[in-house]
């Protein structure tokens, strides 16, 4: 394996005069499904209908990474790579169903913990098993709620707190911030539930895009065609599987008199915990929407299309008004550093879990090594080492993470770890530190995705379906939106050749398991292909 050689302390403190006297605290801001394209610094289609300005800001004082991407797409499992710098069959977390992450083995955690830094964890954890090596943490239970949510502690005890969850874990990372000892460096993991599904914005912020379009995906309509046959198969289209009260906020007694078709209903579980207060708010805003809503379905006003149409729009207002309060947080956080006389010797990270669907190819949730949720956000802030503006195109994953944090701590990384440190990039944008990048996805079915395992290059992207047999290629550059597999194509013959090769080469050097290994129960007997 290519791996770059950790800094040590000395030639860490050459790169700049600012770092001669101390090694740089690390602030990881880290959200739960924020889709690039929810990132006004990334430019997508909704950058002007929903700026993210404070998220901006450290890609405008910093970089901004455009091929950061998870190496399997779902909540706990990226949290684990991220931890552990490894693949997902090396550090035991496949999925976020089964056994809880194995706090037995090394983390970067235990490394700057052991070597110095004052370590914690505010927020979303998602890994079953308490933290460890961690000075503080302070963690949603689960999935955790949006409003009124319950945290624990690590005296084990589980407390309530009024609020919007963003809002609290934003002021317990302050309130550590303020208690910690002033003179040792901190890694300090501030993370967000939001804006995970259900997608429930701050009630501040319920109404701020009302009045606003927000612009559709070419491919929110995809018919799946010239893909695999598994694809129509999926359960997270907004047409077929979104949920009326829990995605798309209309209560059971706001739908009286009128049968909606539903895939499944999982109630309105973030409407039930608020105060009679809160409902208030809530009711204010959603009920005269929705009662106008139901008028014109019940006289006939929306055919198909438009309730497709519909659904998106209200989804997107929900998402997107959602995210506005982890920006708000990220501001919060900035200025924290700035007014404490912390922002020179701080590197501050934004990233997420995973991309999301924001309606491309029909879709919300995650898993697909399709672009949209392959692809995590990643700016980065680090004055006197990061050129502001920078915008670097090197292959990145969350496995790299790790080694970084030590690199930037002038430690050296542990020859288990599968990742890269990206030290080279963040000195020098035009860097490259790999040729293509690995991906697994272990879940049994959830949402009706099928595991899969791919490689990507700068160019082109090769996955697998082994339970159908089925290889997909989608040339990168001539349809970015990847949709149309041209596997078969003869005029590909050469670069489906390359990409098997390289397929064959990571899946060795990252001594990656068999497919049956984690197979479906129904698919263990199979021959290994």
Same mark, same amino acid.
């Given at each position: 394996?290519?791996?770059?050689?950790?800094?040590?302390?000395?030639?860490?403190?050459? #790169?700049?005069?600012?770092?001669?006297?101390? &090694?740089?605290?690390?602030?990881?801001?880290?959200?739960?499904?924020?889709? #690039?394209?929810?990132?006004?610094?990334?430019?997508?289609? #909704?950058?002007?209908?929903?700026?993210?300005?404070?998220?901006?800001?450290?890609?405008?004082?910093?970089?901004?990474?455009?091929?950061?991407?998870?190496?399997?797409?779902?909540?706990?499992?990226?949290?684990?790579?991220?931890?552990?710098? /490894?693949?997902?069959?090396?550090?035991?977390?496949?999925?976020?169903?089964?056994?809880?992450?194995?706090?037995?083995?090394?983390?970067? =955690?235990?490394?700057?913990?052991?070597?110095?830094?004052?370590?914690?964890?505010?927020?979303?954890?998602?890994?079953?098993?308490?933290?460890?090596?961690?000075?503080?943490?302070?963690?949603?239970?689960?999935?955790?709620?949006?409003?009124?949510?319950?945290?624990?502690?690590?005296?084990?005890?589980?407390?309530?707190?009024?609020?919007?969850?963003?809002?609290?874990?934003?002021?317990?990372?302050?309130?550590?911030?303020?208690?910690?000892?002033?003179?040792?460096?901190?890694? #300090?993991?501030?993370? %967000?539930? =939001?804006?995970?599904?259900?997608?429930?914005?701050?009630?501040? %912020?319920?109404?701020?895009?009302?009045?606003?379009?927000?612009?559709?995906?070419?491919?929110?309509?995809?018919?799946?065609?010239?893909?695999?046959?598994?694809?129509?198969?999926?359960?997270?289209?907004?047409?077929?599987?979104?949920?009326?009260?829990?995605?798309? /906020?209309?209560?059971?007694?706001?739908?009286?008199?009128?049968?909606?078709?539903?895939? &499944?209903?999982?109630?309105?579980?973030?409407?039930?915990?608020?105060?009679?207060?809160?409902?208030?708010?809530?009711?204010?805003?959603?009920? +005269? *929407?929705? /009662?106008?809503?139901?008028?014109?379905?019940? =006289?006939?006003?929306?055919?198909?299309?438009?309730?497709?149409?519909?659904?998106?729009? &209200?989804?997107?207002?929900?998402?997107?008004?959602?995210? *506005?309060?982890?920006?708000?947080?990220?501001?919060?956080?900035?200025?924290?550093?700035?007014?404490?006389?912390?922002?020179?010797?701080?590197?501050?990270?934004?990233?997420?879990?995973?991309?999301?669907?924001?309606?491309?190819?029909?879709?919300?949730? *995650?898993?697909?090594?399709?672009?949209?949720?392959?692809?995590?956000?990643?700016?980065?802030?680090?004055?006197?080492?990061?050129?502001?503006?920078?915008? +670097?195109?090197?292959?990145?994953?969350?496995?790299?993470?790790?080694?970084?944090?030590?690199?930037?701590?002038?430690?050296?990384?542990?020859?288990?770890?599968?990742?890269?440190?990206?030290? +080279?990039?963040?000195?020098?944008?035009?860097?490259?530190?790999?040729?293509?990048?690995?991906?697994?996805?272990?879940?049994?079915?959830?949402?009706?995705?099928?595991?899969?395992?791919?490689?990507?290059?700068?160019?082109?992207?090769?996955?697998?379906?082994?339970?159908?047999?089925?290889?997909?290629?989608?040339?990168?550059? *001539?349809?970015?939106?990847?949709?149309?597999?041209?596997?078969?194509?003869?005029?590909?013959?050469?670069?489906?050749?390359?990409?098997?090769?390289?397929?064959?080469?990571? &899946?060795?050097?990252?001594?990656?398991?068999?497919?049956?290994?984690?197979? +479906?129960?129904?698919?263990?007997?199979?021959?290994?292909?």
């Amino acid at each position: 394996m290519r791996r770059i050689l950790s800094l040590s302390i000395l030639a860490l403190a050459s #790169l700049t005069p600012a770092f001669a006297a101390e &090694r740089p605290n690390i602030l990881f801001i880290f959200s739960d499904d924020h889709a #690039l394209n929810a990132i006004s610094a990334y430019g997508g289609r #909704l950058a002007e209908v929903a700026p993210t300005p404070s998220i901006d800001r450290i890609a405008n004082e910093g970089a901004l990474f455009r091929n950061s991407f998870c190496a399997n797409s779902i909540c706990g499992p990226s949290r684990a790579c991220i931890l552990t710098g /490894k693949h997902s069959h090396k550090n035991g977390f496949l999925r976020n169903t089964g056994a809880g992450f194995d706090q037995s083995q090394w983390t970067v =955690a235990k490394s700057l913990h052991g070597g110095g830094y004052q370590t914690a964890v505010i927020g979303k954890w998602h890994l079953k098993t308490d933290p460890v090596a961690f000075d503080y943490w302070d963690i949603l239970p689960g999935q955790g709620s949006y409003y009124n949510p319950v945290f624990i502690s690590m005296d084990g005890k589980q407390q309530r707190f009024e609020g919007y969850a963003t809002d609290i874990t934003t002021d317990k990372a302050i309130r550590w911030l303020d208690d910690r000892e002033a003179d040792k460096p901190f890694f #300090l993991m501030c993370q %967000h539930k =939001a804006p995970h599904r259900t997608f429930a914005p701050a009630l501040r %912020h319920l109404g701020t895009l009302d009045g606003v379009t927000i612009p559709e995906p070419d491919n929110l309509f995809d018919d799946y065609a010239t893909r695999s046959r598994t694809l129509p198969n999926n359960e997270m289209e907004i047409d077929r599987h979104m949920t009326w009260a829990y995605d798309l /906020k209309l209560r059971k007694e706001e739908m009286q008199g009128v049968t909606l078709p539903e895939f &499944r209903s999982y109630g309105t579980p973030e409407y039930n915990r608020m105060t009679e207060e809160q409902q208030a708010t809530w009711d204010a805003h959603f009920a +005269p *929407k929705n /009662k106008a809503f139901i008028d014109d379905y019940k =006289a006939g006003k929306i055919d198909h299309r438009e309730l497709v149409r519909w659904k998106y729009q &209200r989804y997107m207002q929900n998402y997107l008004e959602t995210v *506005k309060a982890v920006d708000e947080s990220v501001g919060r956080l900035l200025r924290y550093l700035d007014d404490h006389q912390l922002a020179d010797n701080t590197v501050v990270i934004y990233s997420s879990d995973q991309g999301f669907y924001l309606g491309e190819h029909g879709w919300f949730d *995650k898993r697909w090594m399709f672009e949209e949720s392959f692809t995590m956000p990643f700016v980065i802030r680090w004055p006197g080492v990061v050129q502001p503006g920078s915008k +670097p195109t090197a292959l990145i994953q969350n496995i790299d993470y790790a080694p970084t944090f030590l690199d930037m701590a002038g430690m050296e990384t542990p020859d288990e770890v599968q990742g890269t440190s990206i030290m +080279p990039v963040l000195k020098d944008s035009d860097q490259q530190i790999r040729d293509s990048v690995y991906y697994a996805y272990y879940e049994l079915g959830e949402h009706a995705v099928p595991q899969h395992f791919g490689v990507r290059t700068h160019t082109h992207k090769l996955f697998y379906l082994p339970w159908t047999d089925e290889w997909q290629l989608f040339d990168l550059v *001539k349809d970015p939106a990847e949709m149309r597999n041209v596997y078969s194509d003869e005029g590909y013959a050469e670069v489906r050749k390359q990409l098997h090769q390289t397929y064959d080469q990571l &899946r060795s050097m990252y001594d990656a398991p068999s497919y049956e290994a984690y197979a +479906p129960p129904q698919y263990r007997d199979k021959t290994s292909r």
